[in-house]
């Protein structure tokens, strides 16, 4: 009895390595190109909400509509703005919306082709079905969950390079 729990305790062990090392090995080099791609994709689709008011609003309506909120690394000594981006990060953590941290704005304002900068963008969902009620990924997207659900309970969010533009 003894030996058969000791061996299913280092079985559940190897599973749990085995799962964090697939977590870690999983390639994230070229994840700034996906973030990239689902941004120009939703754009082309009209389900793209840029800046920070835009996004505020759309979520106090319909928080449930939005799969991705994309914000950019604060600029140093805006604390209005910082505080507006900590608490529209709670609210998306609160409702199951996958926030995506991003290295810059002037990258983030340049890929969705916008000449103001704009530190904060929605990624709203697709919905299918005959009462759209079913969620749609596309791949860039369903690659971008997978992402945010390897981190998802890190303590400290990891920030993605995007490509320069």
Partial sequence: MVVEETKIQTYQEESMTLKSMAINEMDYSRIGRTVRTALVKAQSESRLIVGLSAAVTV???????????????????????????????????????????????????????????????????????????????NKPETLLVDYCEAFWDAPTSTVIKLPNV
């Fill in 59 to 137: 979520l106090s309506k319909a928080a449930e509509g939005t799969l991705f909120c994309l914000l950019a690394e604060p600029q140093d000594g805006d604390s209005a703005t910082h505080m507006h981006e900590v608490l529209l990060e709670a609210f998306c953590y609160e409702n199951d919306i996958y926030v995506i941290k991003v290295d810059c704005p002037i990258k983030l304002s340049r890929i969705l082709g916008k000449t103001s900068i704009e530190s904060c963008c929605l990624i709203q969902k697709t919905w299918t079905g005959d009462n759209n009620n079913e969620e749609l990924l």
